[in-house]
């Protein structure tokens, strides 16, 4: 069974403040790891895929990194608007889910100015 | 380029009633998934919908069943409410049978039952 770990639960930066949030995964065969933003009352909004074991994408302020158990999400120097659940999710890459995401439970981050 | 959209946004029923939600898909899109979102939690796959076939289900009872239309919307039904089908409800649209990738999901449906 697809699993997915997110940590930590909250976090509370100040401004300036950089940090990583973690997201553990066991899957079989992974097809893409998936990074979502979701704001209060929101559906999530998509900001990363990784495909393979050593991949890094930026965006902004955020850098997602991928190995074969875990990913990253680093925010640089965030801001109050980065605050929000940061959701991860995996695809299989076989087998009679692998046409659906499996979500870890989120990281609820809060940014203070 | 429009967005998905879910309607009706919130929504409170009675335990043992019938619930329908509803979500146009993104322009340009063929395939319709479904989420349930419990608070505090991760979505969860209900079932995914291409060319008006269900093409996947998740661990969700029968009494979780949908539609996909000619163009492309669906409905979300739900009979036998219970209290803890409280939850908020997302809809993802993505392309051909893509399933997981190229997902742009609604805002939600927020149900409360009581």
């Known amino acids: 069974e697809d699993q997915v770990t997110q940590s930590p639960e909250a976090l509370r930066l100040q401004e300036g403040e950089s940090s990583s949030l973690n997201c553990s995964y066991t899957?079989?065969?992974?097809?893409?790891l998936f990074w979502y933003r979701q704001d209060p009352g929101k559906g999530p909004e998509f900001l990363f895929t990784?495909?393979?074991a050593g991949e890094e994408k930026e965006k902004e302020r955020l850098k997602a990194t991928l190995t074969k158990k875990e990913s990253f999400l680093h925010i640089t120097a965030p801001k109050p608007e980065d605050s929000a659940t940061y959701l991860c999710?995996?695809?299989?890459?076989?087998?009679?889910?692998?046409?659906?995401?499996?979500f870890g439970k989120g990281t609820k981050l809060s940014v203070i100015p | 380029e429009t967005g998905v959209t879910q309607s009706p946004t919130h929504l409170i029923k009675t335990r043992g009633q019938q619930v329908t939600l509803r979500c146009s898909s993104q322009?340009?899109?063929?395939?319709v998934s479904w989420y349930q979102q419990a608070l505090g939690q991760g979505p969860q796959f209900i079932f995914q919908?291409?060319?008006?076939?269900?093409?996947g289900r998740g661990n969700f009872p029968p009494r979780f069943s949908g539609l996909q239309f000619p163009n492309y919307s669906s409905e979300l039904n739900v009979n036998a409410l219970e209290l803890d089908d409280s939850a908020l409800y997302l809809c993802?649209?993505?392309?051909?049978?893509?399933?997981?990738?190229?997902?742009?999901f609604g805002s939600g449906t927020r149900l409360t039952v009581v």
């Open positions: 990784l495909y393979s």
């Open positions: 899957v079989s065969g992974l097809r893409g």
């Open positions: 919908y291409y060319r008006e076939e269900e093409n």
């Open positions: 993802a649209s993505s392309r051909s049978g893509t399933g997981g990738f190229g997902y742009t």
């Open positions: 999710a995996v695809l299989p890459g076989s087998g009679a889910g692998s046409y659906q995401l499996t």
């Open positions: 322009s340009g899109h063929n395939t």
